[in-house]
């Protein structure tokens, strides 16, 4: 029953969940760290923003530890038995006789049996690229991959008549043979007949082995085998969505699969892809992914799941429709209410209803924008179970830019654009003010004229049709940071996860902290859900007896006799309607503020920003 919430951590968004969550580890148990990374920190990149912080810091440390190793070799020798050294520096390093480095996620599982000069070498790819390069550079273009279809999929026929496919790898920065075991992969399992062209789009990247090496490989592979294969590059970075619309305008075949070149597509992946589009050319697919292990280069099964997105517009994974499961047919298309970026679709369909939108920066909500448009404007989205490709997850991206920035900025285009009245959740989510946001999302006229020629429906349509399950919160009074006017400096936080105990800590600008207070008179604390079948949204509670305030799941604290009900206004006391107790805070004698709950002295709270009420019944 669980099975798709662990799906949820896998594959092309997984990563900066995994890394969000370390990092709020970190957060809880290194005050010291955690001053660090706030500090730094102004903006609400969500906790997503950290990561690159977080790696530069890993890095540090391991190249610290490294020379420190190196150096006290025989010294430490006597702690003996790879146990770990007391201490910060040194629990970097593991003293297993010839193993350094041993706490980088590489290491992990790999790397026994390598020189002290393999380990550095295989350490500083993995840092550069967020993967396993020295692995991948000895690993056989040609290998075999597990066949992870089911077992029907392997009874299915297609029709001998199908249309031809152009496949375009998109990259960045890509280890070389990443590249080329990709290429072999979709030219090995493709049949040859079908596939007219591979096209490389090269999103201006920096390395070395990307330019005059990359160029005779293809020059070679274009003598020794049928299909053609291009390469296109960027003479600037342009970014995800402009790579795959530099690859589909050169595209020329009757269906195009856009994918990342850190793949390997799986044996019989292009039929069912070509037969669907084939029989009805407005369905926009997806395969279904497995995930190549960042570290090892071995293929993990995933299961189905559908591709969904939260309010932030960051996808996440949900449950297998019933509507699916009712079918009993483990190969039948599944409809889901969006793509995780990878793609196929009819050329001449995805051209006239706008491509990718070339607005969109770096990488994130750009699949989301698309899958609005295809159900909006009249096609659909299904994940084909019988196409298996499997897909690299990074350790960490090779980007720069903080991804949380463009990853909000692309959320508000998309908001704008797309999402009519329910924009509001979209800015709550990342709790931005409605009015005066200060980000600059760009020129959306030319997507509204579009949306207008194509007589597109309203988000109302598509989420009462389309995705029921994402939820709109109506009536948020107030949402943001909420302080007591004892103390300014200290919010409302959500207190360690997992864990029920909220607290007052220093403000900070991750989602811990949102507050949302409900007309209906619920405190949410944390990260704005809006799919409570799904995922857990918390709400502030009385108890009734002690005077420690506690989060509970608000769907389960009403039948567990919790009173999760408050009044409230800005500027006032926060006030439980069953108990009549107060939120306040007070301090200890030495000790920092406590939240709790008591008989009320008048204490004033206040939430940032102004919510929206009313949300269901007007514009
Ligand atoms: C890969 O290619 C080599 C050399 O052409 C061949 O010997 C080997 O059998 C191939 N392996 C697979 C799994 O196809
Ligand atoms: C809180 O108020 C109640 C009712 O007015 C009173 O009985 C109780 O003693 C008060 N508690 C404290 C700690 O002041
Ligand atoms: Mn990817």
């Known amino acids: ?16 969940t995994l890394l969000a969550a370390n990092i709020l580890l970190l957060f809880y148990t290194r005050e010291a760290i955690h001053s660090l990374v706030v500090g730094s920190l102004h903006k609400e990149g969500a906790a997503v923003a950290q990561s690159p912080l977080y790696l530069k810091k890993d890095m540090h440390h391991l190249r610290k530890s490294m020379k420190s190793t190196t150096k006290r070799q025989g010294h430490v020798a006597k702690w003996g038995n790879g146990e770990f050294l007391p201490g910060w520096k040194e629990m970097k390093v593991r003293l297993a006789p010839k193993r350094f480095f041993l706490s980088s996620k590489i290491f992990q599982q790999w790397g026994k049996g390598l020189s002290e000069a393999q380990q550095q070498e295989a350490l500083d790819l993995f ?14 273009y ?41 290429i072999t992969s979709v030219t090995n399992r493709t ?32 003598q020794n085998y049928p299909v053609l294969l291009k390469l296109i590059r960027h003479k600037k970075r342009r970014g995800l969505a402009q790579a795959r619309n530099t690859g589909l305008e050169a595209a020329t075949a009757d269906v195009v699969a856009i994918l990342d070149a850190h793949i390997e597509v799986n044996i019989g992946w292009a039929e069912p892809i070509l037969a669907r589009i084939q029989e009805d050319h407005t369905v926009v697919v997806s395969p279904v992914f497995d995930n190549i292990d960042f570290d090892t280069f071995e293929l993990k099964k995933y299961e189905l799941a559908a591709d969904g997105f939260s309010w932030k517009l960051w996808c996440q994974y949900d449950p297998v429709p019933q509507a699916w499961i009712d079918l009993g047919d483990a190969t039948a298309p599944m409809k889901s209410p969006s793509i995780m970026g990878i793609l196929a679709a009819n050329r001449i369909f995805l051209e006239e209803l706008g491509a990718l939108d070339g607005g969109m920066l770096l990488y994130g909500g750009e699949n989301v924008e698309l899958s609005l448009r295809v159900w909006q404007c009249g096609g659909k989205i299904e994940i084909l179970p019988c196409s ?23 959320a508000l285009r998309v908001a704008e654009i797309w999402m009519d009245k329910y924009k509001y ?48 919160v109506p009536n948020i009074v107030r949402y943001g940071r909420m302080k007591n006017s004892l103390d300014e400096n200290v919010c409302l936080d959500r207190g360690p996860v997992p864990g029920n105990s909220p607290k007052m800590a220093p403000c900070h600008e991750f989602s811990v902290q949102n507050v949302y207070y409900l007309l209906s008179g619920e405190i949410y604390v944390g990260e704005l ?91």
């Open 142 to 182: 040609n290998r075999s991959i597990p066949d992870t279809r089911d077992a029907r999929c392997l009874q299915k026929t297609y029709p001998a008549q199908l249309p031809s496919l152009s496949v375009i790898l998109i990259f960045m920065n890509e280890a070389l043979s990443v590249i080329q075991r990709a």
């Open 1 to 16: 029953m669980r099975l798709w919430r662990r799906s949820c951590s896998k594959v092309l968004c997984a990563k900066l």
């Open 425 to 472: 959740m979209v800015y709550s989510a990342w709790n931005l003010p409605l009015q005066n946001s200060g980000i600059d999302y760009g020129d959306i006229s030319s997507r509204r004229a579009l949306r207008e020629k194509l007589k597109c429906k309203t988000f109302d349509w598509y989420l009462k049709n389309v995705y029921p399950l994402l939820k709109p």
């Open 529 to 619: 859900i809006g799919k409570e079948d799904i995922h857990e949204q918390y709400c502030l509670t009385d108890s009734g007896t002690g005077e420690k305030p506690t989060l509970e799941l608000c769907s389960q604290a009403v039948n567990s006799g919790q009173h999760i009900y408050w009044d409230f206004q800005q500027g006032q006391s926060v006030k439980n309607r069953d108990t009549a107790r107060c939120l306040e805070m007070r301090k200890d004698p030495s000790g920092p503020y406590r939240l709790v709950l008591e008989n009320c002295t008048q204490q004033i709270w206040n939430i940032q920003h102004i919510g929206r009420t009313g949300a269901t019944d007007s514009q």
């Open 388 to 410: 298996r490709v499997a897909h690299l997850e990074r350790h960490h991206k090779p980007y720069a830019m903080d991804p949380g920035i463009p990853l909000r900025r692309n």
């Open 191 to 222: 049949p040859t007949w079908l596939l007219k062209e591979i096209i490389l789009v090269d999103d201006f990247s920096s390395h070395g082995e990307l330019k005059a090496r990359l160029d005779e490989k293809i020059k070679l592979y274009n």
């Open 127 to 140: 840092l550069e690229f967020g993967y396993n390069v020295f692995l991948s550079n000895q690993l056989p």
